[in-house]
């Protein structure tokens, strides 16, 4: 039984797009088409931003034959700044990409965050990896693009997908040549004005931009201290804004305008110089700017997560103002859930549930982290109450309590996933411990799971195939045994082998005969 054909109408100008771009690596294409067939893949994904890429190595990992299509030629000329959070910091550890990513970050303290209210991150978050790793968006997005690489994922730079046809057995992608790729699962990563969302014909409810900020890098041409001493005056009366030094004379700019304009169209140097301005009666002499963007505080949630064999992740499903940095971190959680159940259905082995787990475990963590961004995007309000909430909160986050529960959740440390009634770790990530092969998630790097047994009793027995297994009485545990999925996440907590045998069906289906 066939749906009905989508096809792609001319871009718009639809201001909740977010999408970005990395090098070309348009040199690696699609197989040849099998006798004038189209060529198939297992997925193809569109979009090649940070989910897109995080996707296809998590795929690769699985042997799953993997397409991305990216509409962008080359990247943007500027470099953006971005965060990487915790929970994000360790899922590049799980995958072995640690390192290599910390070449090219700084690391910050993990602090400050929510609405920006300047206090210091708690003591003792429950993570190896407690920072902030601040890091170039092409460095990143060019990291994580060469990791899906090198595992063996194929990018298509320049490609525009103009509409596809899903089916009971796959989906059929046409290309705005006329090309045509063939694929069991389709997966848009393609930002907040995605293709394949509005194609399907998911909902996209929330509420549009009402103010507009501009963001960029520059140099000044004016002392650090009455920079410091202006920013002061106005902080008092307008949020967001900042002149904050970045280091090689430059300057973090964010300024608010009045109005809301065509995202599509970047801003001018002459755009911040008015509205700082505007603002604080001097444009501080801003020059020589290395990137310059604009940001609204547009706020949707996709209504569904999957429709057949077409799935969303990233910006494509849920669009937020970045005030928090969550942005980013967010698709690439989103990835990390999704690889491993996408996966494990086309390998034949997924629970018959599972992937529809995706939705119902990321879809509420979305709406938690709207929500947030809602509630800081209130308390950066120059009006007279949300100001004195701010101060209220400011006043409450010197309990530690409360400033650690905003820490993790800013950070996606604090998530738990509903896996029904059990110890509180159930459902929860776990943290890098150590254990006798040195580090935790030194041994997640293929993306299986890992039943780690502190009793020497236990066996993943059928499920060798999908499971490792470490037996080490002196992991840094309080609970005997835990059965981890794939994405780092507790599936189980006990001693006896028949109940994990129940678990370890749940998670990765029936065991090899």
Not at 168 to 195: F, I, K, N, P, W
Not at 199 to 220: A, D, I, K, N, Q
Not at 401 to 409: A, D, F, S
Request: net charge negative.
């Amino acid at each position: 039984m066939h749906s009905p054909r989508f096809t792609a109408e001319p871009p718009s100008n639809d201001p909740v797009e977010r999408d970005f771009t990395v090098r070309d690596v348009s040199g690696l294409r699609s197989p040849a088409s099998d006798a004038g067939r189209a060529p198939m893949f297992d997925v193809i994904i569109a979009g090649c931003g940070p989910t897109g890429a995080m996707l296809a190595a998590e795929l690769r990992l699985h042997d799953v034959r993997v397409l991305v299509l990216e509409k962008e030629t080359e990247p943007k000329s500027f470099v953006r700044i971005v965060g990487l959070h915790i929970r994000s910091i360790e899922l590049m550890a799980m995958r072995g990409l640690l390192e290599r990513v910390l070449e090219h970050g700084r690391q910050r303290p993990a602090g400050g965050f929510f609405a920006a209210i300047g206090r210091p991150a708690p003591k003792n978050l429950d993570s190896a990896h407690a920072y902030l790793l601040g890091i170039p968006q092409p460095v990143i997005e060019r990291l994580l693009e060469e990791h899906a690489i090198e595992l063996g994922a194929q990018v298509r730079r320049g490609c525009v997908m103009a509409g596809f046809e899903q089916d009971d057995e796959g989906v059929t992608v046409e290309l705005a040549d006329g090309e045509q790729l063939r694929s069991r699962y389709l997966v848009g990563c393609d930002g907040g004005r995605s293709t394949v969302r509005k194609l399907l014909g998911v909902g996209f409810p929330g509420e549009p931009s009402r103010t507009e900020t501009l963001m960029g890098e520059m140099e000044v041409g004016v002392p650090q201290e009455e920079i410091a001493a202006k920013v002061t005056e106005v902080g008092e009366t307008h949020r967001p804004f900042w002149l904050r030094p970045f280091g090689e004379g430059v300057h973090s700019v964010v300024v608010p305008i009045a109005g809301v304009s065509d995202r599509a169209e970047p801003p001018t140097l002459e755009d911040f110089k008015q509205a700082l301005r505007t603002i604080a009666g001097t444009d501080f002499g801003v020059h020589s700017p290395r990137w310059l963007s604009r940001f609204g505080d547009a706020t949707r949630l996709a209504e569904r997560y999957r429709v057949g064999r077409v799935l969303l992740a990233g910006d494509a499903a849920h669009i937020h103002p970045p005030i928090g940095g969550q942005g980013l971190n967010l698709g690439v959680q989103d990835a990390f859930n999704l690889g491993w159940k996408l996966a494990a259905q086309i390998r034949g082995w997924a629970p018959e549930p599972l992937l529809d787990t995706y939705q119902a475990e990321r879809r509420p963590v979305a709406e938690d982290v709207l929500d947030n961004t809602r509630a800081q995007t209130e308390l950066l309000s120059a009006e007279p109450g949300p100001r004195a909430v701010r101060r209220l909160l400011t006043e409450l986050m010197d309990f530690d309590e409360v400033n650690r529960h905003l820490i993790e959740k800013i950070t996606a440390i604090g998530i738990r996933y509903d896996f029904g009634a059990g110890p509180d770790l159930l459902g929860r990530r776990l943290r890098d411990i150590d254990v006798k092969q040195g580090h935790l998630y030194g041994l997640l790097h293929r993306g299986r799971g890992l039943l780690l047994d502190r009793t020497e009793r236990l066996t993943v027995g059928g499920w060798s195939d999908r499971v490792d297994y470490l037996a080490d009485p002196t992991a840094a545990l309080d609970v005997p045994c835990v059965l981890l999925r794939p994405d780092g996440h507790v599936a189980w907590v006990g001693d006896d082998q028949q109940d994990l045998d129940g678990h370890l069906s749940r998670w990765f289906g029936r065991p090899a005969d």
